[in-house]
T-cell receptor, first 113, second 111 residues
């Protein structure tokens, strides 16, 4: 079955450590997105990619990095520069033309202690 | 650049209607609507592309006023299953595929 998979579902890290969240899709979608979800703030865009080897900053990119070496994969690294990394992270993908629905993964809940 | 949604929250009894609004300061190419249940991924409801377009299925419909850069989601004769957080997502002529979401509207339907 086609879909978008995020792993792990829960992640705990110590403050100061970098951590990478995985996002894989087998929908043959060109566009991929990373969102951060905090209570009352909706889905805030961190990074997005419209094509392999290219990505753009979203509205809250500071303290995060991404790569898009393969069409299927769009990992997100939360660096130690991110001041408040504890959040729910959602990955999404879409066909790529600016009028198609986005499919979301089940999310990763990151807790930094 | 987040679109602005209103109201922030609404409580309904089964069978009542609700309207959720979404507005943007940018010229919009498309408006998406999604619903998220607690602890789950957002699920696509519909997308509107043209000014004046209206869409719907079952008792959930939406309209898009391109000139006013606004969209509204209409929930008619609400059911318990409609409970969740509703998000509008927007794509602008300026940024194309950059899909940005509002803060969400929490809808609770009571029996």
């Amino acid at each position: 079955d086609g879909g978008i998979t995020q792993s792990p579902k829960y992640l705990f890290r110590k403050e100061g450590q970098n951590v990478t969240l995985s996002c894989e899709q087998n929908l043959n979608h060109d566009a991929m997105y990373w969102y951060r979800q905090d209570p009352g703030q909706g889905l805030r865009l961190i990074y997005y990619s419209q094509i392999v080897n290219d990505f753009q900053k979203g509205d809250i990119a500071e303290g995060y990095s991404v790569s898009r070496e393969k069409k299927e994969s769009f990992p997100l690294t939360v660096t130690s520069a991110q001041k408040n990394p504890t959040a729910f992270y959602l990955c999404a993908s879409a066909l790529g033309t600016a009028n198609t629905e986005a499919f979301f993964g089940q999310g990763t809940r990151l807790t930094v202690v | 650049q987040q679109p602005v949604q209103s109201p922030q929250a609404v409580i309904l009894r089964e069978g009542e209607d609700a309207v959720i609004n979404c507005s943007s300061s940018k010229a919009l190419y498309s408006v998406h609507w999604y619903r998220q249940k607690h602890g789950e991924a957002p699920v696509f409801l519909m997308i509107l592309l043209k000014g004046g377009e209206q869409k719907g299925h079952d008792k959930i419909s939406a309209s898009f006023n391109e000139k006013k850069q606004q969209s509204s989601l209409y929930l008619t004769a609400s059911q318990l299953s409609y409970s969740g957080t509703y998000f509008c997502g927007t794509e602008t002529w300026e940024y194309g595929n950059k899909l940005v979401f509002g803060a969400g509207t929490i809808l609770r339907v009571k029996s």
